[in-house]
């Protein structure tokens, strides 16, 4: 969401400056990492509205940007990330048949491919779109079209086309049985088994006009899907979701919005529910951060690992910046 986005969600602070959010706020710990930051990019590679962020691995990290709409490879460069050849620019983003411009906000890399969250088309901008869309990112030259559609705009609230489906990540199984995860469908443990086609992982959608996170088991043979759960992320508005297999966290990350604060969620009692809530570091300006992302845990050292932020005003002149996390966050 860019500058000229946010009056929805100023709005939806202040009117809940009373009630959780501003508790929440004074319960805030500060952030477990380092307090510094630095820029991770180069200037002006990417400008305004980059967006979601994903770590495929340690040397590949997926950015989308939503206007318009774009997926970026980029590789390291030292401390800094860059587009991989044949990805200075991105590649633009359409729906199946090569149609529309995507409003990409999230990204997640999973098992079965690449998948953006996106809340509107950008050739229709003033009309709610709220998809989830799978894109083969050696599909195209220079531009890819969606190879999977899943249309969530009639199973989530009513959002404006600016402030729907802004944050993504993807859970597997494995983990949501391990710790018991709850299925409010069916009101039972959570059965994998329940939902065939829908890979080996639930996809978890955050919706930046209530702050809610949205589970789905997706039918990945066509373009139906099954809502296993909603819960709240803590904050009246969500930007970016983050699972962190090595701690078992799903972190929830909202921009300027909330003063760039972090929760982490984990499943208690069969639910995800926030169990921590952590400021920006110290040395991080308030910018509209709306993408977060976590090195994986094998690029451990020191016992500290890489985090990175995407600013979606491009502040000075950067996109990217990293911090860091210890490798065992409480």
Known sequence: MTLRRRLPVLIAVLLTACGSTAVQAQAAA????????????DANVFGENLSGLSFESAGVLWAVKNGPGSLYRLVPDGPKWTPADGWQDGKALHYPGGSGDADAEGVVVTADGIFAATERDNDHNSKSKQEILRFDPDGGSDSLDATGQWDLTPDLPKSDANTGIEALSWIPDSYLTAHAFADQKTGKAYDPAAYPGHGTGLYFAGLESNGTVYAYALDLNGTGYT???SFKSGFPAVMDLEFEPGTGHLWAACDDTCKGQTTTLDVRQGAF????TYNRPSGMSNYNNEG???APQSTC???RKTVLWSDDGNDDDHALRSGDLPCATP
Not at 30 to 41: E, I, L, M, N, Y
């Open 301 to 303: 050292a020191g016992g």
């Open 30 to 41: 500060a952030w477990p990492g380092s307090a510094s930051v630095q820029v991770a990019d």
């Open 227 to 229: 809502r296993v759960a």
């Open 273 to 276: 529910t926030v169990s921590a």
């Open 292 to 294: 977060f992302a976590i």
